[in-house]
């Protein structure tokens, strides 16, 4: 069921998505070679504490019957394409880190993702992260009202394949609200007539991943990290988006 929000409760929703996109901006500024994703993961456990946000993706629970997820961010490296356990790995240059993020503050949630290099990447790899952004921004602008969802998960599959990139298909968007997940599954890939017709008050998490060779995913033996099955790069960008009746709403734009 797609529970539809109040203008009150999307007000509730952008200070959450505020929330993560400052978060997230201050993650992306300490990104450098030499740290580890264990000290990106504590100043996200800090700036939330001095936000009185609570970490949503901490302890969240597997879906494999392993241990809850043990940080407040997803830190996916190079080829890990979600899911990422941050620990003892040392960011060095030339590679890319997915950060995915989510708070949960007065009873809403927000959720979002950046694909960051680390120092000087190759020009390939550049445009791994570029194409992947451009293509939230295409299935965004499709986000409004009296359109079908497909609309949505078409564009994003649609620019992803013009550009050489494939499509994840076992990990999706979903719809956000008082739980991080709710209905509906928002696929980045599909028919555009397909899905229901998007209403004002529905909120959207959209967050195509990427991959610049095969779009086969597996998952490693924590449970948790996810990474491309010929170990070639990954990238992950995400927005939560309001439905509105001027058109698609940013809530965690930066
Ligand atoms: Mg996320
Ligand atoms: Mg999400």
């Known amino acids: 069921m797609i529970i539809i929000k109040t203008p009150e409760e999307i007000a509730k929703m952008r200070v959450s998505g505020q929330t993560v996109a400052q978060v997230l901006t201050i993650l992306e500024n300490n990104i450098r070679p030499g740290i580890t994703t264990r000290e990106l993961n504590a100043i996200a456990e800090e700036e939330c504490r001095k936000r009185n946000a609570i970490p949503v993706f901490k302890n969240y629970p597997n879906s494999f019957g392993g241990r809850p997820f043990p940080g407040a961010i997803c830190a996916s490296v190079n080829d890990e394409v979600v899911h990422g356990i941050p620990g003892n790995r040392v960011l060095k240059e030339g590679d890319i880190i997915s950060i995915d993020f989510g708070v949960l503050l007065d009873g809403f949630a927000g959720d979002s993702a950046i694909t960051v290099p680390v120092g000087e990447v190759s020009p390939q790899v550049a445009n791994l992260i570029k194409v992947t952004e451009e293509s939230?921004?295409?299935?965004?602008?499709?986000?409004?009202?009296?359109n079908r969802l497909g609309k949505v998960s078409h564009a994003v599959q649609v620019y992803a394949e013009k550009h050489g990139l494939s499509v994840v298909r076992e990990f999706v968007g979903h719809g956000?609200?008082?739980?991080?997940?709710?209905?509906?599954?928002?696929?980045?890939?599909?028919?555009?007539?397909?899905?229901?017709?998007?209403?004002?008050?529905?909120v959207l998490a959209i967050e195509p991943m990427l991959n610049m060779g095969t779009p086969k995913v597996l998952t490693k033996m924590d449970d948790w990290t996810v990474v491309t099955q010929d170990g070639l790069y990954s990238a992950h960008f995400e927005h939560t988006v309001a439905i509105t009746d001027r058109g698609p709403e940013i809530l965690t734009l930066r």
């Open 136 to 146: 939230l921004m295409r299935g965004i602008e499709q986000a409004r009202p009296g």
């Open 176 to 202: 956000i609200g008082r739980n991080m997940h709710e209905d509906p599954p928002v696929p980045n890939y599909g028919r555009a007539d397909r899905g229901p017709v998007l209403k004002p008050g529905m």
